[in-house]
């Protein structure tokens, strides 16, 4: 069965300051997906960004970016320049097979 | 645009009452699922459906029921509340099956008295 874990319950940082959420997963699948997702005070759920297994190439989407070693099996979410707005439960997230599986989540306080 | 709409945003039921939480979305996904989440346990696959007529057990269905008759609703039943049905629920949609990102609801918050 694949696992998802996040072993940082809540991390703090300033703005503008860059910060690292950690992330691994156990599956024996080859071909997979990967997700960060963000989830405000709001309760909504966002997707940050997305890699697939099969792609070498770290994924981007402005000042987020992942480190993906999928040998080590490990998904790390950096965030640079944090921005008030970052503030928010991140969730990684695994997919293959049926339907997507979290982690516990990591809660990011940024302050000024 | 709507994308996925639950129904309620909120409720509290008392033990042993039943309720259905609504879903839908405007999206024509075929894909669609019902999560629950506990503080401080991440999101939880409660049923999934993969089109109109199917639908399967995820990892925590006790005590639910699902139908899908049309592609755009899945609602989710609860028979006989007991205080561990207390969560947020979350209802979302995907055009694949996992490759393709996951449209959330805003969710409903459940408390059962």
């Known amino acids: 069965a694949q696992t998802v874990t996040q072993s940082q319950p809540e991390m703090s940082v300033q703005e503008a300051e860059t910060v690292t959420l950690s992330c691994t997963y156990d599956t024996s699948e080859s071909n997979y997906y990967l997700f960060w997702y963000k989830q405000p005070p709001s309760r909504q759920m966002i997707l940050v960004i997305r890699?697939?297994?099969?792609?070498?190439q770290n994924a981007t989407e402005n000042r987020f970016s992942v480190n993906f070693q999928k040998a080590a099996k490990s998904f790390s979410l950096k965030i640079s320049d944090s921005q008030l707005g970052d503030t928010a439960m991140y969730f990684c997230?695994?997919?293959?097979?049926?339907?997507?599986?979290f982690g516990k989540g990591t809660t990011l306080s940024v302050s000024s | 645009n709507a994308g996925v709409t639950q129904t309620p945003k909120f409720r509290i039921l008392k033990i042993g009452q039943s309720m259905t939480l609504q879903c839908t979305q405007d999206?024509?996904?075929?894909?669609m699922y019902w999560y629950r989440q506990d503080p401080g346990m991440g999101l939880k696959l409660i049923y999934y459906?993969?089109?109109?007529?199917?639908?399967d057990k995820g990892e925590v269905p006790n005590g639910y029921n699902v139908s899908r008759s049309t592609t755009e609703d899945f609602p989710l039943r609860l028979e006989l509340a007991a205080p561990s049905q207390t969560s947020v629920y979350f209802c979302?949609?995907?055009?694949?099956?996992?490759?393709?990102?996951?449209?959330f609801g805003q969710g409903t918050r459940l408390t059962v008295v």
């Open positions: 459906s993969v089109g109109a007529g199917i639908t």
């Open positions: 997230a695994f997919g293959a097979g049926t339907a997507l599986i």
């Open positions: 979302a949609s995907s055009y694949l099956r996992v490759g393709t990102e996951a449209f």
């Open positions: 890699q697939e297994a099969y792609k070498q």
């Open positions: 999206m024509n996904h075929n894909y």
